[in-house]
T-cell receptor, first 115, second 115 residues
Framework: AQKITQTQPGMFVQEKEAVTLDCTYD???????LFWYKQPSSGEMIFLIY??????QNATEGRYSLNFQKARKSANLVISASQLGDSAMYFC????????????FGSGTKLNVKP | GAGVSQSPSNKVTEKGKDVELRCDPI?????LYWYRQSLGQGLEFLIY????????KSGLPSDRFSAERTGGSVSTLTIQRTQQEDSAVYLC?????????????FGPGTRLTVL
């Protein structure tokens, strides 16, 4: 089974609207971390937000928030007030405490923000 | 401070030639990762270094691939007898400790084209 699943290969959103990018994960480790990265067309991977498995509250970083539903094993990224500069690939990733050598990445979602 | 740097940014080589890709991690980061990203795809884990421990080479696709990390800092990924399917962006990342909560910081990548 895949560790990280991102089911939306591509998404469109109107500028200034909010968008949710889906991510589900699979692990039996009780301790893990979930990460979202942004990859613009220039290619660099930019860390956006982190959620720990024991965190009681959803993580937020500026316009980014993580909708963490532990029982459903989902960690969706919410971008509020989309901007043209948000157009990029977005990757969800997980790291397990038991096997901390490995980051597992999803296949990514290509977000296009329309003016 | 300075981020992760990689060189060269672009490399074009002929099939059968050897190439070396370099990564300078963030100072003080003990963990270093190499990933491969084919066009439009997610990240494929290649190898991981942590301090003076033996590297995790489980992601290397063949024995043509090798990597070393000298002095716990700079790392070199070597691909021998390159093949066209080796064409990809090679990303390096570093992180501090190895708790599940620690994120990686990525370099800009090396785009390898094998003709």
């Amino acid at each position: 089974a895949q560790k990280i699943t991102q089911t939306q290969p591509g998404m469109f959103v109107q500028e200034k609207e909010a968008v949710t990018l889906d991510c589900t994960y699979d692990t039996s480790d009780p301790s893990y971390g979930l990460f979202w990265y942004k990859q613009p067309s220039s290619g660099e991977m930019i860390f956006l937000i982190y959620q720990g498995s024991y965190d009681q509250q959803n993580a937020t970083e500026g316009r980014y928030s993580l909708n963490f539903q532990k029982a459903r094993k989902s960690a969706n990224l919410v971008i509020s007030a989309s901007q043209l500069g948000d157009s990029a690939m977005y990757f969800c990733a997980m790291r397990e405490e038991e096997n901390f050598n490995k980051f597992y990445f999803g296949s990514g979602t290509k977000l296009n923000v329309k003016p | 401070g300075a981020g992760v740097s990689q060189s060269p940014s672009n490399k074009v080589t002929e099939k059968g030639k050897d190439v070396e890709l370099r990564c300078d991690p963030i100072s003080g980061h003990t963990a270093l990762y190499w990933y491969r990203q084919s066009l439009g795809q997610g990240l494929e884990f290649l190898i991981y270094f942590q301090g003076n421990s033996a590297p995790d080479k489980s992601g290397l696709p063949s024995d043509r691939f090798s990597a070393e990390r000298t002095g716990g800092s700079v790392s070199t990924l070597t691909i021998q007898r390159t093949q066209q399917e080796d064409s990809a962006v090679y990303l390096c990342a570093s992180s501090t400790t190895t708790q599940a909560t620690d994120t990686q910081y990525f370099g800009p990548g090396t785009r390898l084209t094998v003709l």
